[in-house]
């Protein structure tokens, strides 16, 4: 019989049944996302054999990161994060259930595919504070190294699963039929996480909209006031947009290589098989000065892999690339997050973290549109691989001039632990 006892002592943010279920409900709502990018990205390529297209499709939802996310993350420090989870996950079962019916229905034009995902958008960006910062109200604060590296396992995992059953949807029943799969996984989620049990408390605070706003202003203040958070999310912005700012760039790299949907789907599955291992073994490293050299390896790691992907015909040496980068990014985010959650109060946790998201999802969309832009004209190799060059020098300074960063490279944890004091 499976011994669960072994998984507990070495996981033990898993004894907490809330958590398992919140980790299961991040699994199903990431894989239904990237089966849901999956397939928006091949029909746009389809329709209109521009790589701009595909990076406006994306950044139409990620640029909700930007526009929703302060305020969603306000409103998660305010009321029941669970209860906002579930009504931001029921939108976005609308929107894909949306999409798959003029999919299927062959009336889908690109205009439909952007307008969708701008109302998908704003779901997500509602969704994602209230998650990630649910996640750190369900384990003991012991745990929470390990509970957050975990939660960032069935998100960047889920990549593998989603393009797995999506792919092979999507060459054997067309992209109608991947909507439809996302459609229905996420509905898993939403039932999974109406199940936690954990009710937040009543916000005390005065209501209304400029209530709001001035929370969001202080969520701002707080996260520049203090050095060690405005570190983190400047390396993520550098990060997210010359590392991960690739899904505009996939399907014409497909196709350079002389694949199809399915090595469309390769790629896409390999970049989820690397962010499982990579979440995984990070998440049972318990020895601080371990994860302050894991993050040295897949800082760098990243570029690498993005110079794989670049450099290399083979669809054989782009999917180990791919793979690489999987492992390499969700590891460096992982401890990112874990850096930022272990600083920032219980109180500013929502709107701290939708501030973090809406650097990397933001900047993400922009350099994915522009990339699309690009890619029409030069081809994506420059823009692999000039990226992930610039990339590994901004790393590698940034860790010789940096006091903060060589503490973390050294240490695994910043050498100063004061919080810094700011009117609000």
Same mark, same amino acid.
């Given at each position: 019989?499976?011994?669960?006892?072994?998984?507990?002592?070495?996981?033990?943010?898993?004894?907490?049944?809330?958590?398992?279920?919140?980790?299961?409900? !991040?699994?199903?709502?990431?894989?239904?996302?990237?089966?849901?990018?999956?397939?928006?990205?091949?029909?746009? /390529?389809?329709?209109?054999?521009?790589?701009?297209?595909?990076?406006?499709?994306?950044?139409?939802?990620?640029?909700? /990161? %930007?526009?929703?996310?302060?305020?969603?993350?306000?409103?998660?420090?305010?009321?029941?994060?669970?209860?906002?989870?579930?009504?931001?996950?029921?939108?976005?079962?609308?929107?894909?259930?949306?999409?798959?019916?003029?999919?299927?229905?062959? %009336?889908?034009?690109?205009?439909?595919?952007?307008?969708?995902?701008?109302?998908?958008?704003?779901?997500?960006?509602?969704?994602?504070?209230?998650?990630?910062?649910?996640?750190?109200?369900?384990?003991?604060?012991?745990?929470?190294?390990?509970?957050?590296?975990?939660?960032?396992?069935?998100?960047?995992?889920?990549?593998?699963?989603?393009?797995?059953?999506?792919?092979?949807?999507?060459?054997?029943?067309?992209?109608?039929?991947?909507?439809?799969?996302?459609?229905?996984?996420?509905? @898993?989620?939403?039932?999974?996480?109406?199940?936690?049990?954990?009710?937040?408390?009543?916000?005390?605070?005065?209501?209304? %909209?400029?209530?709001? $706003?001035?929370?969001?202003?202080?969520?701002? %203040?707080?996260?520049?006031?203090?050095?060690?958070?405005?570190?983190?999310?400047?390396?993520?912005?550098?990060?997210?947009? /010359?590392? $991960?700012?690739?899904?505009?760039?996939?399907?014409?790299?497909?196709?350079?290589?002389?694949?199809?949907?399915?090595?469309?789907?390769?790629?896409?599955?390999?970049?989820?098989?690397?962010?499982?291992?990579?979440?995984?073994? +990070?998440?049972?490293?318990?020895?601080?000065?371990?994860?302050?050299?894991?993050?040295?390896?897949?800082?760098?790691?990243?570029?690498?892999?993005?110079?794989?992907?670049?450099? !290399?015909?083979?669809?054989?040496?782009?999917?180990? &690339?791919?793979?690489?980068?999987?492992?390499?990014?969700?590891?460096?985010?992982?401890?990112?997050?874990?850096?930022?959650?272990?600083?920032?109060?219980?109180?500013?946790?929502?709107?701290?973290?939708? +501030?973090?998201?809406?650097?990397?999802?933001?900047? $993400?969309?922009?350099?994915?549109?522009?990339?699309?832009?690009?890619?029409?004209?030069?081809?994506?190799?420059?823009?692999? @691989?000039?990226?992930?060059?610039?990339?590994?020098?901004?790393?590698?300074?940034?860790?010789?001039?940096? @006091?903060?960063?060589?503490?973390?490279?050294?240490? &695994?944890? /910043?050498?100063?632990?004061?919080?810094?004091?700011?009117?609000?």
């Amino acid at each position: 019989m499976f011994d669960t006892s072994f998984i507990l002592r070495n996981l033990p943010a898993f004894q907490s049944a809330d958590y398992r279920r919140l980790f299961t409900s !991040f699994f199903f709502a990431s894989a239904s996302r990237w089966a849901l990018v999956l397939g928006q990205s091949w029909l746009v /390529f389809e329709l209109t054999d521009s790589s701009l297209a595909v990076g406006a499709v994306y950044c139409a939802g990620a640029a909700q /990161f %930007v526009i929703v996310g302060p305020f969603a993350g306000a409103i998660a420090d305010r009321i029941d994060r669970r209860r906002l989870a579930i009504n931001a996950l029921i939108l976005s079962v609308i929107c894909s259930t949306a999409l798959a019916a003029i999919t299927l229905a062959n %009336v889908v034009e690109v205009w439909h595919v952007i307008a969708i995902a701008v109302v998908q958008g704003w779901a997500q960006a509602a969704a994602m504070p209230a998650q990630r910062s649910l996640l750190a109200n369900l384990v003991p604060r012991e745990h929470l190294m390990n509970a957050v590296a975990l939660g960032g396992m069935p998100v960047h995992g889920s990549r593998f699963a989603g393009p797995l059953f999506g792919g092979i949807l999507l060459a054997t029943l067309g992209a109608g039929a991947v909507f439809l799969l996302s459609a229905a996984i996420l509905t @898993v989620a939403v039932l999974l996480i109406s199940r936690i049990q954990h009710r937040a408390e009543p916000f005390a605070g005065s209501s209304g %909209v400029a209530s709001v $706003m001035t929370d969001v202003r202080y969520g701002f %203040v707080y996260t520049w006031a203090d050095r060690r958070i405005r570190l983190v999310i400047a390396l993520i912005i550098f990060h997210c947009s /010359f590392t $991960m700012a690739f899904n505009s760039l996939l399907p014409r790299l497909t196709t350079d290589i002389g694949g199809g949907d399915m090595t469309f789907s390769l790629i896409m599955m390999g970049i989820g098989t690397g962010a499982i291992i990579g979440t995984l073994a +990070i998440s049972v490293v318990r020895n601080r000065i371990l994860q302050g050299a894991s993050l040295n390896v897949v800082g760098i790691g990243s570029g690498i892999a993005m110079l794989l992907m670049g450099l !290399f015909d083979s669809v054989t040496i782009v999917v180990i &690339g791919a793979i690489l980068a999987g492992a390499t990014q969700a590891t460096y985010m992982a401890i990112s997050q874990v850096l930022v959650q272990e600083i920032v109060p219980d109180s500013l946790r929502g709107r701290v973290m939708a +501030i973090y998201t809406m650097m990397a999802a933001g900047h $993400m969309a922009l350099i994915n549109l522009g990339f699309g832009v690009l890619a029409d004209e030069i081809g994506v190799r420059p823009l692999l @691989v000039v990226p992930a060059l610039v990339w590994i020098g901004i790393f590698l300074v940034t860790a010789l001039i940096s @006091v903060d960063l060589r503490n973390v490279l050294r240490k &695994g944890e /910043f050498h100063t632990t004061e919080a810094p004091t700011v009117n609000g």
